[in-house]
């Protein structure tokens, strides 16, 4: 069983940048691909990111390749995106997941939200 919390939302500008967080619980954290999706009003919930267990391999959604970077630290427990230059159309709800693979997940977080203020 592994329970994810994220953290780390909140307001930002165009160009901004934002770090969020997700702190895992559970022994087995190691044995999981961690990623992030997210989902924005009126759509559906999308993948954004994924690291494997060693942090060797990392997949990202094309439409935030050279923008965002993840990250994971097994001694912590903790998975990072890091989120560079910002755009409106990245406000969303963001979501940790864990699974064995990534897709589909076996775990879920309850979600952080990413707003644009203008």
């Known amino acids: 069983q592994v329970q994810l919390v994220e953290s780390g939302g909140g307001l930002v500008q165009a160009g901004g940048s934002l770090r969020l967080s997700c702190a895992a619980s559970?022994?087995?954290?190691?044995?999981?691909?961690m990623g992030w999706f997210r989902q924005a009003p009126g759509k559906e919930r999308e993948f954004v990111a994924a690291?494997?267990?060693?942090?060797?391999?990392?997949q990202f959604a094309d439409f935030v390749k050279d923008r965002f970077t993840i990250s994971r630290d097994n001694a912590k427990n903790t998975v990072y995106l890091q989120m560079n230059s910002l755009k409106p159309a990245d406000t969303a709800v963001y979501y940790c997941?864990?699974?064995?693979?990534?897709?589909?997940?076996?775990?879920w977080g309850q979600g952080t939200q990413v707003t644009f203020s203008s």
């Open positions: 997941a864990a699974g064995r693979p990534i897709l589909p997940p076996d775990y």
């Open positions: 559970g022994r087995t954290f190691r044995r999981y691909v």
């Open positions: 690291i494997t267990w060693s942090g060797a391999s990392t």
